[in-house]
């Protein structure tokens, strides 16, 4: 069990369309980020919330969007999809100031 | 920014083969550094973390991580490997100074590891 949890674990959509990815932090953590993992590639890191506000951003484009709940858990959005955008995404949650991270099992998404 | 380099994509061993994987990192202060490993099917999980004192790291399942701060390495070791460490093995790095506006990893592009019976 990691702790993290992502939803959905695979989805298939079409380009153009937009899609929302869920995560659920491990219990006491308050600070969410997401990467993007390309098939043979290692995970790039596309923002961290915090205190429900995006505290650093990695370098992708503003399709990508996020939001963090008062609960902790966070959604991202992509808009816009393209065929690049194929890729596991991960969650990641932390305690804010430690670098403790525990990793989800990821959301598969495919555009085709 | 910084940058992770892992040389060996793909390697093959036979169970109680020694092995050694590269990470080189790139950046101008210091760092922290991690292994993590990706069993198939599986999230990602630490091995192994560096963030000052003693360059040798120890970590779950017998693995080790040397930090060579003048090769801007660390290497991950381990003396015999068994069927079940097959799985993907990713370097990462992240700046040691916590600048309270997000603390992000950048992880090398990872090696495939195979252990053969």
């Known amino acids: 069990d990691a702790g993290v949890t992502q939803s959905p674990t695979h989805l298939i959509k079409t380009r153009g369309q937009q899609v929302t990815l869920r995560c659920s932090p491990k219990?006491?953590?308050?600070?969410v980020s997401w990467y993007q993992q390309a098939l043979g590639q290692g995970p790039q890191f596309i923002f961290q919330?915090?205190?429900?506000?995006?505290?650093q951003r990695g370098n992708f484009p503003d399709r990508f969007s996020g939001h963090q709940f008062p609960n902790y858990s966070s959604e991202l959005n992509v808009n816009a999809l393209l065929l690049g955008d194929s890729a596991l995404y991960l969650c990641?949650?932390?305690?804010?100031?430690?670098?403790?991270?525990?990793f989800g099992s990821g959301t598969r998404l495919t555009v085709v | 920014a910084q940058s992770v380099s892992q040389h060996n994509h793909h390697v093959i061993l036979s169970e109680a083969a020694s092995l050694e994987l590269g990470c080189n990192y790139s950046y101008g202060g210091t760092v922290n550094l991690f292994w993590y490993v990706q069993y198939p099917g599986q999230h990602l999980q630490l091995l192994l973390k560096?963030?000052?004192?003693?360059?040798l790291v120890k970590g779950i399942k017998g693995f080790e991580a040397e930090f060579i701060k003048s090769k801007f390495s660390f290497n991950l070791r381990k003396p015999s490997v068994q069927w079940s460490d097959t799985a993907e093995y990713f370097c990462a790095v992240n700046p040691a100074s916590f600048t309270g506006g997000g603390n992000k990893l950048t992880f090398g592009t990872g090696t495939q590891l195979k252990v053969e019976l």
């Open positions: 990641a949650s932390s305690f804010f100031g430690t670098y403790g991270y525990t």
């Open positions: 919330y915090y205190e429900e506000e995006e505290r």
């Open positions: 219990s006491g953590h308050d600070t």
């Open positions: 560096y963030f000052s004192g003693d360059p």
